[in-house]
């Protein structure tokens, strides 16, 4: 599937990602918020005089239905993903979702960086959740797939 117009107004979805650490699975929803640390900076009289924002971040909280080809690859698909282990997406509408990003921020693969979850139930299809988070800076998304020695 992909975008549809509706009554004139355009709509974005996510119908066309892919995500390859999961093949085949239907994504039900996602949720993404942008994140950041911050400080407050004040004069010596306690006014704010400015402030910063540095580790500038997506988390993305994404559900999906257990299917693929084969009853084998579904079972596959509700295995757990490594800890802060890479992630991508691709063919998703919104460039930022995808490892290219959008005017160099947001690059790179999606960090599998929270525990996720699995539900299974007899009367329907296998979800899980992952939790996802990429950095704007191309530099700093790199550095959290490294372990430290």
Known sequence: ??????????????????????????????????????????????AWTGQDARNVRIELDLDYEMTAASKAQAAVNGNFALPLSGVAISGADLAWLNATGVNGRYTGNWCSWAP??????????????????????????????????
């Open 116 to 149: 996720g979850s699995r539900t299974l139930n007899p009367d329907k299809n296998g979800e899980g959740t992952l939790k996802l988070r990429k950095f704007a800076d191309p530099t700093q998304n790199a550095q959290q797939f490294v372990v430290p020695a």
């Open 1 to 46: 599937m992909s975008s549809f117009t509706e009554i004139g107004i355009a709509k974005q979805n996510f119908a066309n990602a892919v995500l390859d650490a999961f093949p085949g699975v239907v994504i039900k929803s996602l949720k993404a918020q942008e994140v950041w640390d911050s400080n407050e900076l004040k004069d010596s009289q306690g």
